[in-house]
C-alpha cells in the first residue's frame, strides 16, 4: 500500500508543472481505507497527516469477504469520502433495517443490487442440470413415413405460423390502445393534484386541497379515449407514493411505460404567488429532488430493467411566478428562472435519455389552475405516433 502511494506522489511531481510553495494552499489530502477490523471498525487512514480514524456504523453489516482485509475498496479519495454511501454502493455492506434508513441510503444499496456489486453477485441461483433421459434405439424409417410425416408437420407449421401473425397483430393493437402513464418524484412535488386533473379536467381548486398524500399506488383510467393517429387510446394514470421509493422501483420494473418526473420548487401548500421569494424556492428542497433523480436514472442504464417509451419532466407550480398560462409569450421570464432552478435536474434527464435513445420532453405546467397539463397527452401522441 505504501509502496503505491509513493508512486502516486512520484507521478504528481513529474508532471504536474508546479507545486505550491510555501505561503500558498497545501496539495489535496489523500484518504484510503486502510483496513475493515472484524468486528466491522473501519480505519480512513489520511495519507498528508499519517493519522488514522477509526470509523463503525452499526446499521450496516459489513460483507464478511472484507473483514480483516486491508484496502477492502482498492480505491485512493482525494477528499473525505462518505464511508457509508461508498459501501452501500460497492456492495461491500448491507443495509440491517432498510425500513428505518434515509432515501439516499436505499438508492445506493439499490444501485448496488442492480449492478450485481460485491456481495450482490454471490447471491444467485443456479438452476440444478436434469439428468438426460435414456437414448431409445431407433427404427429404421421408410420413404412413405418420411412423406407422410413432412406433410403432417408442414401443415401444423402453417397453422402455427399463422396463429403467431394473428397473435402478434392483436397483442400490437392492444398494446397501442393501452399507454401506461407513470407519475414520479419525491413527496410534496404535485403528482397527485397532476394525476387528478389529468383524470378529471373539471376538478375544482378545494377538490385539489381535500387530497391527501397516500402510501398506496392509485391506478385510475381516463373517462373517455383520446384520438391518437388512427388509434383511440385510453392512458391509464398510475400515481406512485413519494415516500415509498420500493413502491416506484416496482412500477419502473413493469413493462414500458411513459415515465413523468415531476419537479416543484417547494412542497408547501401555502405557498402563493403573493409569497415571499425565499419562501417559493426552498434550495434543500430543490437538491433533495436532484438526488432522487439517481433512481430512475439508474434504471435507464441498467440493462436488465426496461426502458420507458419517453420521458416527460413536468416542472409543476409554475403559478407561483407568473399570472399567465405558460403557452403565453409573457411566461418566457418565469420560465427562464424556472430553467436555471433546475438547470442541473434538466442536464442530467437529457443527457441520459439522449446516451439511451430515449424521447424526453421538459413541460411547465400547473395542476392548480390547469395550465398544460393537456400538453402532456400530446407528447405521448407525438413520440408514440411520430
Not at 119 to 135: G, Q
Not at 230 to 249: A, F, H, L, N, S
Request: charged share 25%; glycine share 6%.
Amino acid at each position: 500500500m505504501a509502496g503505491r502511494l509513493q508512486g502516486i506522489i512520484f507521478i504528481l511531481l513529474c508532471f504536474v508543472p508546479s507545486l505550491p510553495l510555501a505561503g500558498q494552499s497545501s496539495p489535496t489530502s489523500l484518504y484510503w481505507v486502510e483496513r475493515i477490523a472484524p468486528d466491522g471498525t473501519i480505519t480512513l487512514h489520511r495519507y498528508d497527516r499519517m493519522e488514522a480514524r477509526a470509523l463503525n456504523y452499526s446499521d450496516l453489516s459489513i460483507w464478511r469477504k472484507k473483514l480483516g482485509v486491508r484496502d477492502p475498496t482498492n480505491i485512493i479519495y482525494f477528499s473525505r469520502p462518505n464511508l457509508k454511501t461508498v459501501l452501500l454502493k460497492e456492495g461491500l455492506a448491507t443495509l440491517k433495517d432498510p425500513a428505518s434508513a434515509s432515501a439516499d441510503d436505499r438508492t445506493a444499496q439499490l444501485m448496488a443490487k442492480l449492478g450485481k456489486k460485491g456481495l450482490w453477485a454471490e447471491i444467485s441461483l443456479v438452476p440444478l442440470r436434469r439428468a438426460a433421459p435414456p437414448k431409445e434405439k431407433t427404427k429404421a424409417i421408410g420413404v412413405e413415413e418420411i412423406k407422410s410425416a413432412i406433410a403432417l408437420w408442414g401443415g401444423i407449421a402453417a397453422v402455427i405460423a399463422t396463429l403467431i401473425g394473428i397473435g402478434r397483430l392483436v397483442y400490437k393493437l392492444t398494446r397501442r390502445r393501452k399507454v401506461p402513464l407513470l407519475f414520479l418524484g419525491v413527496r410534496g412535488v404535485g403528482k397527485t393534484w397532476l394525476w387528478s386533473r389529468m383524470i378529471n379536467p373539471d376538478i375544482s381548486v378545494e377538490e385539489l386541497n381535500k387530497i391527501e398524500t397516500s402510501n398506496e399506488v392509485r391506478i385510475r383510467r381516463a373517462s373517455k379515449p383520446e384520438p391518437m393517429g388512427r388509434y383511440e387510446v385510453t392512458p391509464k394514470y398510475i400515481d406512485t407514493p413519494g415516500g415509498m421509493p420500493g413502491q416506484q422501483v416496482t412500477e419502473l420494473m413493469g413493462r414500458k411505460r411513459v415515465w413523468i418526473i415531476i419537479l416543484s420548487p417547494n412542497s408547501n401548500k401555502a405557498v402563493t404567488i403573493e409569497s415571499r421569494e425565499d419562501l417559493k424556492v426552498n434550495s434543500q428542497y430543490v437538491a433533495e429532488q436532484f438526488g432522487y433523480l439517481s433512481l430512475p436514472l439508474g434504471l435507464m442504464a441498467s440493462p436488465k430493467a426496461k426502458k420507458p417509451t419517453l420521458v416527460i419532466l413536468a416542472i409543476s407550480k409554475v403559478d407561483l411566478f407568473s399570472t399567465v398560462d405558460p403557452s403565453r409569450r409573457e411566461f418566457e421570464e418565469a420560465k427562464k428562472k424556472l430553467s436555471r432552478i433546475f438547470s442541473r435536474h434538466i442536464a442530467a434527464i437529457k443527457d441520459e435519455c439522449d446516451r439511451r435513445g430515449i424521447p424526453h420532453q421538459v413541460e411547465y405546467c400547473s395542476a392548480l389552475l390547469g395550465w398544460r397539463t393537456e400538453s402532456v397527452l400530446r407528447h405521448v401522441k407525438g413520440a408514440l405516433f411520430a
